[in-house]
């Protein structure tokens, strides 16, 4: 069951504006109205001009389809997609649609062929995305058939832009978007060597879900370093993440739409917490140990002063590094109140039996049933209940106020306001 | 203990005699009614108690499980994980209030050979949220190794390995 699993999966005509409604409050950065995360248009308007705009969208990890032949399904904002490699090695993308009569042709997640063939009247399409073959092309008995000035480039499958970069794959409908080097700014881009450098991806698996909320409270919630030590218990009992760790939010300095939320582990197994931090926190577990501390080991495998780095990538993809777990998400929007999240954990091609057990052990804390991903899935769930169906409609956006972009406070929303003045300028808002 | 755990879901044909393994039949059904009694009873502290010291317990998508994939929803090596899983959920976890009831059915028994009992079982998970319908949150097969130990069976090794492609939110409690 989708986008609910409750008998009132409204959303009130007021938080459904038409665009002409759409104006900001006068709290200005201060401010989120509720209209962002629950009117179509805006959604509508989001597909058109952040997905299909001036964007690369993360669409798979080469690892994935290491041969030529191999592809797999993906989406581009809400759109199906296809990602292949050619026999030349070269990455394609394009739309999961026949350019006959509109079929979803592709049904299976990921797998090799030499072509693909639409099941409705057998259109055939090479790697690339060109059409191959047309069934009776030149009719029967001389009768039928396209008409002589039909040619088959013309009618291939709708074909993006695609680049690469060490193993991830990213795909645009824009040609005026920027190399992907630039696009994802130099502090993104140095952290983003941490975890890809290179060297080849071992794929561990996959999770998928669908969350009832809308796609951008999953960038908000990862701009939000204040809820991490509030909602997380677990995370404070275990010392992974205390408010006055070393930590740092940071939005990238060109536009301020990727972030980084960092934070470096102490090297106790457990935190030490002082007393009058820990009455600031209501989900505190005083004593709390583990049975089994292998789960908590940090392998120090990088070079990087940080333990644990959440990367938000406009517009659609999170890469995780939560000490030794490592993954991407990403996000596919499926209308404003829901959006399926695909999870690809991976390890390193060189990685040890050890630790490959090591990282499946530690992926408890993420995912659907994670420690830590299964808060974060109920409580953007409750925000977007609560934004559907209520009279009042303002988001207050406070805390280090003034402030936008980086921060080196937890107690912090200057990364939230740094994504949403970016917003405002893309959405005309 | 990765390279002995279970990586063929094929079908596999039963190797017992329908009519002689009927006690152990009843057996296994009520360790599943057991089982699920527990989880559903919301004793999840309790749930540990039916794996053996170093069992192995995972919960993965059939997807997975087709390719060879060794990730886990959850993945516990030892009771000693399971039983901190289970104290996080039952201790310091936020989410809704929840009902599950689990439907286990079509109890296959493989084979019993050197002390290992080897069976399956499909099984439904449903969730009734507060405010909500109740849904099949969950639909897939138990693949199951059990040890028997002072006259018990004990699982040694549980696969829970789930049809439901896309889950809904998320998964609370263990399977």
Not at chain 1, 51 to 64: I, K, R, S, Y
Not at chain 1, 245 to 273: E, F, P, Q, T, W
Not at chain 1, 327 to 337: A, L, S
Not at chain 2, 62 to 88: F, I, Q, S, T
Request: charged share 25%; hydrophobic share 35%.
């Amino acid at each position: 069951m989708y986008q609910s699993q409750s008998v009132l999966g409204q959303t009130r005509g007021s938080k459904n504006k038409t665009l002409a409604d759409c104006s900001w409050p006068e709290a200005g950065l201060d401010a989120i109205p509720d209209w962002v995360y629950t009117s179509r248009d805006v959604y509508d308007r989001e597909m058109e001009r952040i997905f299909h705009g001036d964007t690369w969208n993360f669409v798979a990890l080469e690892a994935e389809i290491p041969n030529p032949g191999d592809y797999k399904r993906s989406f581009v904002g809400d759109t199906p997609v296809i990602v292949s490699r050619a026999d030349d090695g070269s990455l394609h993308v394009f739309e999961n649609r026949c350019a006959h009569r509109g079929a979803e042709f592709c049904r299976h997640s990921q797998g090799n062929t030499r072509e693909f063939v639409c099941p409705y009247h057998q259109w055939s399409y090479d790697l690339k995305g060109n059409l191959q073959g047309v069934p009776f092309k030149r009719g029967v008995n001389k009768e039928g058939g396209m008409p002589r000035d039909f040619r088959n480039e013309d009618h291939g499958l709708r074909k993006l832009n695609v680049t690469a970069y060490n193993g991830v794959i990213f795909a645009s409908y824009s040609d005026k978007v920027e190399p992907i080097e630039q696009y994802l700014t130099p502090e993104i881009l140095e952290d983003f060597h941490v975890i890809f450098p290179g060297k080849p991806l071992k794929i561990l698996g996959y999770y998928r879900n669908e969350l009832p909320c809308n796609w951008k409270m999953y960038h908000e919630n990862l701009k939000d370093p204040y809820h991490a030590t509030l909602l997380h218990s677990f995370l404070v009992v275990f010392g992974l993440l205390v408010a006055g760790n070393k930590s740092m939010m940071l939005s990238d300095s060109v536009h301020g739409r990727h972030g980084i939320m960092g934070s470096a582990k102490s090297d106790d197994l457990y935190a030490n917490i002082n007393p009058e931090t820990k009455k600031e926190m209501r989900s505190f577990h005083d004593g709390l140990r583990l049975r089994d501390e292998r789960f908590l080991e940090f392998i120090k495998e990088f070079d990087s002063p940080w333990s644990v780095t959440m990367q938000t990538i406009w517009p659609n993809l999170i890469v995780q590094r939560e000490m030794n777990t490592l993954g991407v998400r990403h996000i596919i929007p499926n209308g404003p109140d829901s959006l399926i999240m695909q999870w690809t954990m991976f390890g390193y091609a060189d990685d040890t039996e050890e630790m490959t057990r090591h990282r499946l052990r530690q992926g408890n804390l993420m995912g659907p049933s994670g420690f830590l991903g299964l808060e974060d899935n109920e409580a953007m769930k409750f925000v977007q209940e609560g934004v559907r169906r209520s009279s009042t409609d303002l988001n207050v956006i406070k805390l280090d106020a003034g402030r936008v972009g980086t921060s080196s406070s937890l107690i912090s929303e200057a990364s939230i306001r740094a994504m949403y003045q970016y917003y405002r300028s893309v959405m005309g808002f | 203990m990765l390279n002995t755990m279970k990586t063929d879901y094929s079908y596999t044909p039963s190797r017992l005699d329908p009519m002689q393994s009927q006690l152990l039949r009843a057996e296994v059904e009520a360790f599943h009614a057991e089982y699920c009694a527990v989880l559903d009873s919301g004793n999840v502290e309790t749930w540990p108690e039916f794996f053996t010291d170093d069992a192995l317990y995972r919960i993965t998508a059939r997807e997975n499980a087709d390719l060879g994939l060794p990730v886990g929803l959850v993945y516990a090596e030892g009771r000693d994980m399971m039983h901190d899983r289970a104290v996080a959920i039952a201790r310091t976890q936020m989410f809704a209030p929840r009902y599950t009831l689990h439907m286990v059915s079509n109890v296959r028994l493989i084979d019993d050979s050197d002390g290992v009992i080897t069976a399956e079982a499909n099984f439904l998970l449903l969730q009734t949220l507060v405010e909500g319908p109740s849904t099949v949150h969950l639909a897939g097969r138990y693949y199951d190794n059990f040890v028997r130990q002072e006259g018990k069976l004990l699982l040694q090794e549980r696969q829970v390995i789930y049809d439901t492609t896309i889950l809904a939110n998320d998964l609370v409690y263990p399977v």
